[in-house]
């Protein structure tokens, strides 16, 4: 019989990995914490029309990576309905936000997630079809202050604040091909995005015949989705079409000016990205993405996010302008460990406290009450199992902890303990009540 495996584009976690994940996890709480968010959980599927509606028909995500499947009714009072595994989370919360009225409380609502994705892209590294983000979402209506300008700058700043955090550097002239760049730019509004949208189109009419066949069904259908396109052999054509730059009215200038200085007087670096449309349709006025180029090769975007001051309106909700962004914990995990890997650290799980050695089966109750009182007191152990011989045990326990006692029958009857600590070489004799003590005077 042939094994199963996992499938194309999804792997297992396994442990010490796990640990990693865990760290960066608690790190990035502490820091959404810190800035006024709240976790929300969404569901994993969602409704087909969710993500036609908020993300875009035309875009990649949607036409080409969406894994969707059409549910049975299983009664009579049941419809069938087209369900997908949501590809990205930002519509699942804006939908959130208009199921609950989060709108009606008239504050700024600033929600966090962290949890899987689903895309079916071509598997490499750092590319997979079951990923992970950790994003964040700050909307509200607009008396809220969720349209200011200073949403953008925090969200920003909070993402540089996170990166540090996690011992990602920022890029420099020392470190050039390590640390995070930021890329920013501004696509408009629904104002001035058209005469943008009816400019490129104008532009793309006499080049399109020479451009992919994509680029060719998007420059009627959705022109903006053509500043995507990955096809090497478009490129040239398409850094030649106008900039939507040159086409921000006053206040989407005004907007992304204000974004700017903020950005400079957090003294937080970034380079203007006129391409950088992103490929969902909800985007309006600022976009952004961070790369880091350790470890992650060509796919090198860390994280993306933007504005989308129209996506609630888009999904029959309420105005509610919102901005957000999310990051590959996938590929912010490989930059860790590239990064730890070029400074020799060893990203291994933590060592436990201690490792018991039952020696016999008739000091297994005792190992496993020992074991009891000292997790009990908040330290980590392992208890052994009574088959082992000594010498075993001290070369298993060597492995996981960074001390051993020996549980023989006379420890049990005398209730004094031998523990030998890995990193001095040196062996104690104390009495049982003592044990914690030592544990944590040792550390
Ligand atoms: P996105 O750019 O499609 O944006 O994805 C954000 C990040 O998810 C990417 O920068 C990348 O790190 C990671 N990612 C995407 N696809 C994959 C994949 N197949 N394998 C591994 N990592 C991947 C969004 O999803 C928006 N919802 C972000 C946002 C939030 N905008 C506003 N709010």
Same mark, same amino acid.
């Given at each position: ?7 194309? %584009? ?33 569901? +994993?599927?969602? =409704? ?66 962290? %949890? ?19 994003? #964040?979402? +700050? ?48 696509? %408009? ?17 006499? +080049? ?19 500043? !995507? ?35 400079? #007087? ?14 969902? =349709? ?10 880091? +180029? ?14 989308? =001051? ?15 962004? &999310? ?37 297994? &109750? ?18 052994? !199992? ?23 029958? =006379? ?33």
């Amino acid at each position: 019989m042939s094994t199963l495996k996992a499938v194309r %584009g999804t792997r297992d976690l396994l442990p010490p990995e796990t640990a990693l994940w865990n760290r960066v996890e608690a790190t990035v709480r502490a820091v959404f914490a810190r800035y006024g968010f709240g976790e929300i959980r969404t569901p +994993v599927f969602e =409704d087909t029309q969710l993500f036609v509606r908020g993300v875009g028909e035309e875009t990649d995500v949607v036409s080409k990576e969406m894994y969707t499947w059409e549910d049975r009714a299983r009664a009579a009072s049941e419809k069938a309905q087209s369900l997908t595994l949501r590809p990205e989370n930002t519509a699942g919360v804006v939908r959130a936000y208009i199921e609950h009225k989060l709108g009606d409380t008239g504050m700024l609502q600033k929600l966090y997630y962290i %949890g899987p994705q689903f895309r079916r892209e071509r598997p490499q590294r750092g590319r997979y079809r079951q990923f992970w983000q950790i994003g #964040a979402e +700050v909307l509200g209506p607009q008396s809220s202050g969720a349209e200011s300008a200073l949403r953008d700058a925090e969200v920003l700043e909070m993402l540089a604040t996170m990166l540090d955090e996690l011992g990602i550097p920022r890029a420099s002239a020392a470190n050039g091909e390590t640390g995070w760049r930021l890329a920013l730019n501004s696509v %408009g509004s629904s104002t001035d995005r058209p005469q943008y949208l009816a400019a490129l189109k104008a532009a793309l009419e006499p +080049v399109k015949a020479a451009l992919c066949e994509d680029c060719q069904r998007r420059a009627e259908t959705n022109p903006l989705r053509v500043l !995507d396109c990955k096809v090497p052999e478009d490129q040239a054509t398409i850094d030649g079409l106008p900039k939507i730059a040159e086409f921000l009215d006053a206040a989407s200038t005004e907007h992304f000016a204000q974004v700017r200085a903020a950005l400079d #007087a957090c003294g937080i670096p970034y380079r203007i990205e006129p391409r950088l449309v992103r490929g969902l =349709d909800y985007y309006t006025r600022t976009t952004f993405e961070f790369t880091a +180029v350790s470890g992650l090769g060509t796919q090198n975007a860390l994280l993306g996010g933007g504005r989308y =001051d129209g996506l609630s309106e888009m999904l029959g909700g309420p105005k509610a302008p919102g901005i957000g962004f &999310a990051i590959g914990e996938d590929r912010l995990i490989l930059t860790l460990q590239a990064l730890a890997a070029a400074a020799e650290v060893q990203q291994g799980a933590e060592e436990l406290d201690i490792y018991i050695a039952p020696l016999g089966v008739r000091q297994n &109750a005792a190992a496993l009450t020992l074991a009891r009182e000292l997790r009990g007191a908040g330290l980590s152990a392992e208890v052994g !199992d009574g088959s082992f011989r000594v010498k075993k045990s001290f070369e298993l326990a060597d492995k996981l902890a960074r001390r051993i006692v020996l549980l023989g029958e =006379d420890e049990v009857a005398s209730g004094v303990l031998t523990v030998k600590s890995f990193a001095t070489g040196e062996q104690t004799k104390i009495p049982r009540a003592e044990l914690i003590a030592l544990c944590r005077a040792q550390g």
